[in-house]
C-alpha cells in the first residue's frame, strides 16, 4: 500500500511539473510562473526533415498578429519565457545537425557526407520563409520577425539576413529570408579567421620552432589562394606523420615535439575538414556585408570575450560600409555573460527596451 501511495505521489509530482512554465523575470529579480505553455512542433522542411517548435503567448489566437522571436541555437529559457509573456511567439528551430567534435573518429569520406555550416545557413532562411509563408495559421506578422542567438547562433541569425551564397533549392525564393530585426549575443562573426590558419602564420611559427620542416610542410597542409593553409588529414594522424616523418629524416625528437605542437594550429576539432576555405569565406559576416542597410539590429557584447577581437572588427568594418546598429558592451564579463545571474537580467531588459523601441513590442505607456 505504501508503494503504491509512493507511485501515486510521484506520478503527481510528473504531472504537476509538466504544466508549469519556464521561469519568468519578476520586478524584484525572482522568478514568477504562469499557466501552462502551449507549444506546437511543425515541420518546416521535409527534406531533410527539420522541425520547429513554437511558443505561443497567453491568450494566442491564429488571427493575431503578433511579433515573433527566432532563436538560433541559444538556450536561456528565463529570457525566451520573458518575451513569450510580453506576447511574442517564440520560435526555437532544429537546424542542420553540424557535429565536429566527432570528427577525429571519422575517415576523409564519411566527413564528406555530413551535414555542413553552409546547411544550417540554409536552414535558417528556411525557417524565415515557413514564418512569413505561414503567418496566418502562426498568428505572426510577417513584418516582425527577430531573429536571435548567442555566440555562432548569433553569426547565424546575422547570416540569415544577409547571406546570399548558400540556398536550399527546395525554398521558394519569392519569400524574403531576411528578419525584420536582428538581436545578436557575443557574436562569433567571421569564423574563417577565428577557426582557420593564415599560411603567413604557420610559416613563421615553424620556422621559429622546428626550421628543418618548413621544407615539408606541402605535405601536411595545403596553401590556398587567399592565404590560408588547409589540413590534408585529422590534426591526430598529422601529428603521427610528423613523428614518423622525423624519424625517417634524422631529426631530433625536440624539434619533431616542437613540430608537433605548431600542428596544434589546426584546432582539435579539425573544423577545416568539415567546412572549406570557399564555404568560409561566403559565411565571413565582414566580407558579405550587403549593400542594403541592416534591419533595426542589437549587438551584445563582453569587454572580456575571448571573442572580441572579432566582434571588434566586425564592428569596426560595418561601420565602414555605413551600417548602422545599436550596440550594448557590457564591462567586466566575457563569452556568453547573458547566462550569469547578474547580468541576465539586465540583458533581457535592454533587448526589451531595443524590441519596444522598434515595434516589435508595444511600448510603455507614460
Not at 596553401?223 to 603521427?240: A, C
Not at 519596444?356 to 505607456?365: I, W
Request: with cysteine; glycine share 6%.
Amino acid at each position: 500500500m505504501r508503494r503504491n501511495n509512493l507511485i501515486t505521489f510521484a506520478l503527481f509530482v510528473v504531472l504537476f511539473a509538466s504544466a508549469v512554465t519556464d521561469a519568468a523575470f519578476c520586478d524584484d529579480g525572482a522568478f514568477a510562473q504562469s499557466q501552462p505553455v502551449v507549444t506546437k512542433n511543425f515541420i518546416y522542411k521535409p527534406n531533410p526533415r527539420r522541425t520547429l517548435t513554437a511558443y505561443f503567448p497567453d491568450g494566442w489566437k491564429a488571427s493575431d498578429k503578433r511579433s515573433a522571436l527566432v532563436i538560433f541555437r541559444c538556450n536561456i529559457p528565463a529570457q525566451r519565457e520573458h518575451f513569450r509573456r510580453l506576447g511574442m511567439v517564440i520560435i526555437k528551430p532544429q537546424l542542420a545537425p553540424v557535429n565536429s567534435g566527432q570528427l577525429p573518429k571519422l575517415s576523409l569520406d564519411e566527413i564528406t557526407s555530413l551535414p555542413r555550416p553552409r546547411n544550417q545557413v540554409e536552414d535558417t532562411k528556411s525557417v524565415i520563409r515557413y514564418l512569413r509563408a505561414n503567418a496566418d495559421s502562426l498568428g505572426i506578422d510577417p513584418q516582425r520577425i527577430v531573429a536571435t542567438g548567442t555566440s555562432g547562433g548569433g553569426d547565424l541569425a546575422l547570416q540569415s539576413c544577409i547571406n546570399e551564397s548558400f540556398e536550399d533549392s527546395n525554398d521558394d525564393n519569392s519569400v524574403s529570408h531576411r528578419p525584420n530585426g536582428l538581436v545578436l549575443y557575443c557574436p562569433a562573426f567571421d569564423g574563417i579567421d577565428i577557426w582557420f590558419v593564415k599560411t603567413d602564420e604557420l610559416l613563421q611559427r615553424t620556422n621559429d620552432a622546428a626550421p628543418v620542416f618548413v621544407p615539408h610542410l606541402k605535405r601536411f597542409a595545403r596553401q590556398t589562394p587567399e592565404g590560408y593553409s588547409v589540413p590534408l588529414d585529422h590534426r591526430v594522424n598529422l601529428i603521427k606523420l610528423a613523428e614518423s616523418l622525423g624519424k625517417d629524416e634524422g631529426i631530433e625528437g625536440a624539434e619533431i615535439a616542437r613540430f608537433q605542437k605548431v600542428l596544434e594550429l589546426f584546432n582539435a576539432r579539425d573544423w577545416q575538414l568539415l567546412h572549406p576555405v570557399e564555404d568560409a569565406l561566403k559565411m565571413s559576416a565582414s566580407r558579405i556585408l550587403p549593400k542594403d542597410p541592416l534591419p533595426p539590429t542589437l549587438m551584445l557584447f563582453g569587454d572580456r570575450d575571448h571573442l572580441a577581437q572579432y566582434q571588434n572588427a566586425f564592428v569596426e568594418n560595418a561601420r565602414a560600409a555605413g551600417k548602422q546598429f545599436d550596440l550594448k558592451v557590457y564591462k567586466g564579463v566575457g563569452h556568453s555573460f547573458m547566462t550569469q545571474p547578474a547580468f541576465e537580467k539586465t540583458s533581457t531588459q535592454d533587448v526589451e527596451t531595443f524590441l519596444r523601441r522598434n515595434e516589435f513590442l508595444p511600448a510603455v505607456a507614460d
